[in-house]
């Protein structure tokens, strides 16, 4: 089965810079990677995802990048605000079925 | 919220006895699961559906069991708590994109305390 790591350190940024979140995988590239986000006492909340035959993916201040090479999906919150302060949660898809396999996620903290 | 809700949203129950968990769902949706979250394990899919009576099996199964007798209202079983099954549980719905990607929304949870 797949094994997905996150940055397993809360990760703490000052606003206004790059937040950089890493999701590594291990055996087969999934489909589709996704990205959620999570606030305290609240259930994940879709962002966006990026499909195996793209490298980089943008919405508006986020971006996703693909390595299937590296088997790694970096995810970048451009500009950081304190309320981008949240877990972010990574997904795999591997479109075989119908299970979702997520990583444990990273504690972000944007500091004023 | 993809009209995704959960009740109850707190309990606390007994080792030993039958709990049930109740997710509903207001927007016909064909896939709905259930997860549980506990630190250090993020989420782990307990049980699946993928229509009325039709469920399956996910990574974390034993002691649970769940019901689909309707496309709204996907029910969430503990025969008879466990501590280790202490925990925030929480329901999803899919929806699959005419690209072919899929997304998923989720519940608020339930979370469970059993003593």
């Known amino acids: 089965s797949q094994k997905i790591e996150q940055n397993s350190e809360a990760l703490n940024i000052q606003e206004g810079k790059t937040a950089t979140l890493t999701c590594n995988y291990t055996?087969?590239?999934?489909?589709?990677l996704q990205w959620y986000r999570q606030d305290p006492g609240r259930g994940p909340v879709f962002l966006l995802l990026?499909?195996?035959?793209?490298k980089e993916k943008r919405k508006e201040r986020l971006k996703v990048t693909f390595d299937t090479t590296l088997k790694q999906s970096l995810f970048h919150i451009t500009a950081s605000q304190p309320a981008d302060s949240a877990t972010y949660l990574c997904?795999?898809?591997?479109?075989?079925?119908?299970?979702?396999?997520f990583g444990t996620g990273t504690s972000l903290t944007v500091i004023p | 919220d993809a009209g995704i809700t959960q009740s109850p949203r707190h309990k606390v129950t007994e080792t030993g006895t039958p709990v049930t968990l109740r997710c509903h769902q207001t927007?016909?949706?064909?896939?709905m699961y259930w997860y549980r979250q506990d630190p250090g394990h993020g989420l782990r899919l307990i049980h699946y559906?993928?229509?009325?009576?039709?469920?399956d099996k996910g990574e974390v199964s034993d002691g649970y069991s769940v019901s689909r007798s309707k496309t709204e209202d996907f029910l969430l079983t503990l025969e008879s708590a466990t501590s280790s099954q202490t925990s925030v549980y929480f329901c999803?719905?899919?929806?699959?994109?005419?690209?072919?990607?899929?997304?998923?929304?989720f519940g608020p949870g339930t979370r469970l305390t059993v003593t």
């Open positions: 999803a719905i899919s929806v699959r994109r005419t690209s072919g990607s899929k997304e998923q929304y």
């Open positions: 055996n087969y590239s999934p489909a589709y």
């Open positions: 990026i499909r195996e035959n793209e």
């Open positions: 997904a795999l898809d591997m479109n075989t079925g119908n299970q979702f396999y």
């Open positions: 927007e016909n949706h064909r896939y």
């Open positions: 559906s993928y229509g009325v009576k039709d469920t």
